[in-house]
């Protein structure tokens, strides 16, 4: 069965780094997701893309975040200058045309 | 703007008996609603969805929700409950491409 899948499982950076996650949709879904779960919160929206463009963000997602779609399988999240309040379980998400989202195992991001 | 309410963030039962877990909405439009399950040190998995059809819904794992519009509920249930049922349960809101709302989950414990 297709499944969403995430790299690294586990991500360690200092404060004021940039970090780059990873994540594989389902190969023939057309829209793709992020959203992150702080320790001890719920899980939250962060970001949505379609058609190689950002369909809809969050107010999470400010300018220290982007996402990219570089090639035909890879949707990364980048995060320019790492903050210890980034440090969070990030999930990556997608779904077809039935908008059902089917999300990956998560990478978990802590920040020193 | 749309949340979710879980209703205890915590829920125990023994094997065997009656799983409920309690979920209420709040959307300015005809909602779609989702429970996802999260296995300790795993990731989110879809376990059933309302899409507007049939307002009981059946889900994997024996697992079954009841949408009730005057109620504005999206309770969880489960006749008999199995050791492996432990786990973080979600419920969801969401529509179309856009970003789901996630509930703060509740926590089944199961008691031998």
């Known amino acids: 069965e297709p499944e969403v899948t995430q790299t690294p499982s586990h991500q360690v950076t200092q404060m004021g780094q940039e970090v780059i996650l990873r994540c594989v949709p389902i190969?023939?879904?057309?829209?793709f997701y992020w959203y992150r779960q702080i320790l001890g919160q719920k899980v939250e929206f962060l970001v949505s893309?379609?058609?190689?463009?950002?369909?809809?963000k969050s107010e999470i997602f400010d300018d220290q975040f982007s996402v990219e779609r570089p090639d035909g399988s890879n949707f990364t999240l980048k995060i320019r200058s790492t903050k210890l309040e980034d440090s969070a379980m990030y999930f990556c998400?997608?779904?077809?045309?039935?908008?059902?989202?089917?999300f990956g195992p998560g990478t978990r991001l802590t920040v020193l | 703007a749309q949340s979710v309410t879980q209703l205890g963030s915590h829920v125990s039962v023994s094997e065997g008996a009656l799983v409920l877990l309690r979920c209420n909405y709040s959307?300015?439009?005809?909602?779609?609603l989702f429970w996802y399950v999260q296995y300790p040190n795993q990731g989110l998995q879809l376990l059933l969805k309302?899409?507007?059809?049939?307002?009981l819904v059946k889900g994997i794992n024996g697992f079954e929700a009841e949408f009730k519009k005057s109620e504005t509920s999206f309770h969880l249930t489960k006749p008999s409950a199995h050791m492996s049922d432990a786990a973080e349960y979600f419920c969801?809101?969401?529509?179309?491409?856009?970003?789901?709302?996630f509930g703060k989950g509740t926590h089944l414990i199961i008691q031998p």
């Open positions: 959307s300015s439009v005809p909602p779609y």
């Open positions: 893309f379609y058609n190689n463009e950002i369909s809809e």
């Open positions: 969801v809101l969401g529509g179309g491409a856009d970003g789901l709302t």
């Open positions: 309302y899409t507007s059809a049939a307002t």
């Open positions: 190969s023939n879904h057309l829209y």
């Open positions: 998400a997608s779904s077809g045309t039935s908008f059902t989202q089917y």
